[in-house]
């Protein structure tokens, strides 16, 4: 079998393939290691065939929804996921097959009710049910201690002891155990009668995982992290230096357009000469009204160059197809000691139509 464990912070994913058939199947994907798959998988010439998610992962984004449209391949995950991307949805003692290797599905609800195990051969790949010298927190939507106490004894760790665990998170340095080991040395497993785990599970008091939010917001609701958003707008728009901006303020021309979109608040305090001021938030509303000739090069402009980027984008969408956004914000250009304006300066600030 062609195996790889992709690390990345602490998240853990893996690719298995089958040399013979050359077909694979990824466990856990993120977001932040798409090309690493991508490129793994062309290295070892292996065809995607399925990617898993062993949970809904409220900790880091999932690439499933990704992988899965990229490569046409159905998102594997428990059926009581409520990702709405996921189309292959398995019970407890459900198998996958990937060319020569089997994975058979065993339902682990404690740290989310949609937990499960995949066991393939000698290996076992635990998601967050089981880690190497922990287990996953059970204080999170859809967390149960009382169900991982049974995951756990009643059902993992009834395995074959030489059985290797794979797990979704790895704190520990070590990349793989055995059932055994943990067994005998996971701090966690030591409390082996049910009140006295479930209490300790409760005393855990451990602080939310960071982007936790934007994560069950991506993983469960299907929607889009922040990063992919900029990354798209980022895609669709061409940009202009400082510098660039800087050695075109002389010119004046009339088909150039500066367009600040910060607040009226922070262009006041000090903008770009000659900048215009249209705030992001009321950008659709107020564009036919204020930037009537579509055929005009602008540039936005915000404090830190992202906002201005999805403006751009917007702009463009709208039909201005010289958009463009300018490389950095305010914060840079202040920082070089280019020149501002304060107050209205000679800017126009087109005010809300009352229709609006
Ligand atoms: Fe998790």
């Given at each position: 079998?062609?195996?790889?464990?992709?690390?990345?912070g602490g998240?853990?994913s893996?690719?298995l393939?089958c040399?013979?058939?050359c077909?694979?199947?990824l466990i856990d994907?993120?977001l932040?290691q798409?090309d690493r798959?991508?490129?793994?998988?062309?290295?070892?010439?292996?065809t995607?065939?399925?990617?898993?998610?062993?949970?809904?992962h409220?900790?880091?984004?999932?690439?499933?929804?990704?992988?899965?449209?990229?490569f046409?391949?159905?998102?594997v995950?428990?059926?009581?996921?409520?990702?709405?991307?996921a189309?292959?949805?398995?019970d407890?003692?459900?198998m996958?097959?990937?060319g020569?290797?089997?994975l058979?599905?065993l339902?682990?609800p404690?740290?989310?009710s949609?937990?499960?195990?995949?066991?393939?051969?000698?290996?076992v790949?635990?998601g967050?049910?089981l880690h190497?010298?922990?287990t996953?927190?059970t204080d999170?939507p859809?967390?149960?201690?009382?169900a991982l106490?049974d995951?756990?004894?009643n059902?993992?760790?009834?395995?074959?002891a030489?059985?290797?665990?794979?797990?979704?998170?790895?704190?520990?340095?070590?990349?793989?155990?055995t059932?055994g080991?943990e067994?005998a040395?996971?701090?966690?497993?030591?409390k082996r009668?049910?009140?006295?785990?479930?209490?300790m599970?409760?005393?855990l008091?451990?602080?939310a995982p960071?982007?936790?939010t934007?994560?069950l917001?991506t993983?469960?609701g299907?929607?889009?992290?922040v990063?992919q958003?900029l990354a798209?707008a980022?895609a669709?728009v061409?940009f202009?230096s400082?510098?660039?901006?800087?050695?075109r303020?002389?010119e004046?021309r009339n088909?150039?357009?500066?367009?600040?979109?910060?607040e009226?608040?922070?262009y006041?305090?000090?903008?770009?000469?000659?900048?215009?001021n249209?705030?992001?938030?009321q950008l659709e509303?107020r564009?036919n009204?204020d930037l009537p000739d579509?055929?005009?090069r602008?540039?936005?402009?915000c404090e830190y160059?992202?906002?201005?980027?999805l403006?751009?984008?917007?702009?463009?969408e709208?039909?201005?197809r010289?958009a463009?956004?300018?490389?950095g914000?305010?914060?840079a250009?202040?920082?070089?000691?280019y020149?501002v304006e304060?107050?209205?300066?000679?800017?126009?600030v087109?005010e809300?139509s009352?229709?609006i």
């Open positions: 079998m062609i195996f790889h464990q992709i690390g990345n998240c853990q893996y690719l393939g040399p013979d058939k077909t694979a199947i994907p993120s932040a798409l798959y991508r490129g793994l998988l062309a290295r070892e010439g292996l995607l065939r399925y990617v898993v998610d062993t949970h809904t409220a900790d880091h984004f999932s690439a499933a929804r990704q992988l899965k449209e990229d046409g391949v159905p998102a995950m428990h059926r009581e996921s409520m990702a709405p991307y189309d292959l949805r398995l407890d003692g459900d996958l097959i990937v020569d290797i089997r058979q599905a339902h682990t404690g740290h989310t949609d937990s499960l195990c995949l066991l393939a051969g000698d290996r790949f635990t967050d049910t190497v010298g922990g996953g927190r999170l859809t967390g149960d201690p009382d106490y995951s756990l004894f059902r993992l760790l009834t395995l074959d030489e059985i290797h665990v794979y797990p979704g998170h790895d704190y520990s340095g070590r990349q793989s155990s059932i080991r067994m040395e996971n701090p966690r497993l030591q009668e049910r009140q006295a785990f479930i209490e599970m409760d005393r008091n451990l602080s960071q982007h936790m934007e994560a917001r993983n469960m299907g929607g889009k992290t990063d958003l798209e980022s669709r061409p202009m400082l510098s660039e901006l800087r050695a303020l002389g004046r088909d150039f357009v500066i367009l600040d979109v910060r009226r608040a922070s006041d305090t000090a903008h770009i000469p000659g900048a215009r249209l705030p992001r938030g509303l564009v009204h579509p055929t005009l602008i540039v936005t402009v160059g992202k906002v201005s980027t403006a751009a984008a917007t702009l463009r709208l039909g201005f010289r463009t956004a300018l490389d914000g305010m914060k250009w202040r920082e070089l000691d020149p304060e107050g209205h300066g000679s800017a126009w087109g809300l009352p229709e």
